[in-house]
């Protein structure tokens, strides 16, 4: 599964305290990327990263912050969260170059806000 | 902005039967198209994908079929199975490099025994 793992894989807070999820990669891959799932709406970009400390905005970012420090972990953290923020969490990954620019998901982190 | 719609957003077929989701996108740069499997509690996995140069793409029992000019591509799975049950998104690439994707809305598809 392109080395990708995801923490923590389930959380429960309430409405206005601090969240971080991790994504953590171990094969160098260039860029990263953060997704939301909701029922109805397929996968949403939040965030993406194409290398260390570059990061840009997706479809849906009001609300969350992102960091990279390292290749290999890409930070989401949610400032203060609010029930609108209750979904599942995907990290990806993708490498640069034709053919191999294909998307890897990690396992997800099922988030609630309550 | 870019955006990707998804028909049907659910499907139901006998086993044995032949399956197709279809796709529209809106960005005209879009190249990549890569369709993922989502089986409940899991994460999205690739199944197949196809470039802009190519106009179909077959792995088994599974094709792809791109239209360019019209913008629309579609997912094929013929002599379905009970495990082929599961929600399937497209997804097409997004402008402006990063390898980006935008993704339809996801296909949930039952194949009954």
């Known amino acids: 599964d392109a080395g990708i793992t995801q923490s923590p894989r389930h959380k429960v807070t309430e409405t206005g305290t601090p969240v971080t999820l991790r994504c953590h990669q171990t094969e160098n891959h260039r860029y990263m990327y953060w997704y939301r799932q909701d029922p109805g709406h397929g996968l949403r970009l939040i965030h993406y990263s194409y290398g260390v400390k570059d990061t840009d905005k997706g479809e849906v970012s009001d609300g969350y912050s992102v960091s990279r420090s390292k290749t290999e972990d890409f930070l989401l953290t949610l400032e203060s969260a609010t029930s609108s923020q209750t979904s599942v969490y995907f990290c990806?990954?993708?490498?640069?170059?034709?053919?191999?620019?294909?998307?890897?998901f990690g396992p997800g982190t099922r988030l609630t806000v309550l | 902005g870019e955006n990707v719609e998804q028909h049907p957003s659910t499907l139901s077929v006998q086993e044995g039967d032949s399956a197709v989701i279809k796709c529209t996108y809106s960005d005209s740069a879009s190249n990549y198209f890569p369709w993922y499997k989502q089986e409940l509690g899991k994460r999205p996995q690739l199944i197949i994908d196809?470039?802009?140069?190519?106009g179909e793409k077959k792995d088994q029992r599974i094709a792809v079929t791109l239209n360019k000019t019209a913008k629309h591509f579609s997912l094929h799975i013929t002599e379905t199975q009970p495990e082929d049950s599961a929600v399937y998104f497209c997804?097409?690439?997004?402008?402006?490099?990063?390898?980006?994707?935008?993704f339809g809305a996801g296909t949930r598809l039952a194949v009954h025994p």
């Open positions: 990806a990954i993708s490498s640069e170059g034709h053919s191999t620019d294909t998307q890897y």
């Open positions: 196809i470039r802009s140069n190519v």
């Open positions: 997804a097409a690439s997004w402008t402006g490099g990063y390898n980006k994707l935008i």
